[in-house]
Nanobody, 121 residues
Framework: QVQLVESGGGLVQPGGSLRLSCVASGIIFSIYDMGWYRQAPGKQGELVADINNGGSTRYSDPVWGRFTSSRVNAKNTGYLQMNDLNPEDTAVYYC???????????????WGQGTQVTVSS
C-alpha cells in the first residue's frame, strides 16, 4: 500500500511563510501528479496547486505568486512553499498523489493525513 505523510503546518503571523512537505512511501512505480488541496470549516474544498511528473505547475488565483509547488521524484516527495500568508489561507491542507504501483496498472489517488495551517496575529 501507499502512504502519504504531511508535515510543516503550524501557526504563523500574517505575512509569514511556511513550507509543507508530502512524502510518499510504499510500493510505488511512479507518481504522475501531486496536488495540494485545502479546506476550511464552512468552505468548499479548493485545489490550490499541482505539479506533474514533468515539473509543470498550476495554481489557483488566490495563491498565485505567493505559493510554489515543487517535487523531488527520486524521493517521492512534494513541497509547497507558502509565502506572504494571510488569514484567508487558514485551512487544513491535504496532499494528493496519483500513483502507479506497477507499469500498466490503473493509477490510484492517495491522500495525506492533512496538516493545519493557521494564519493569525
Amino acid at each position: 500500500q501507499v502512504q502519504l505523510v504531511e508535515s510543516g503546518g503550524g501557526l504563523v503571523q500574517p505575512g509569514g511563510s511556511l513550507r509543507l512537505s508530502c512524502v510518499a512511501s510504499g510500493i510505488i512505480f511512479s507518481i504522475y501528479d501531486m496536488g495540494w488541496y485545502r479546506q476550511a470549516p464552512g468552505k468548499q474544498g479548493e485545489l490550490v496547486a499541482d505539479i506533474n511528473n514533468g515539473g509543470s505547475t498550476r495554481y489557483s488565483d488566490p495563491v498565485w505568486g505567493r505559493f510554489t509547488s515543487s517535487r523531488v521524484n527520486a524521493k517521492n516527495t512534494g513541497y509547497l512553499q507558502m509565502n506572504d500568508l494571510n488569514p484567508e489561507d487558514t485551512a487544513v491542507y491535504y496532499c494528493n498523489a496519483e500513483v502507479h504501483v506497477s507499469s500498466g496498472n490503473i493509477p490510484e489517488n492517495y491522500w495525506g493525513q492533512g496538516t493545519q495551517v493557521t494564519v493569525s496575529s
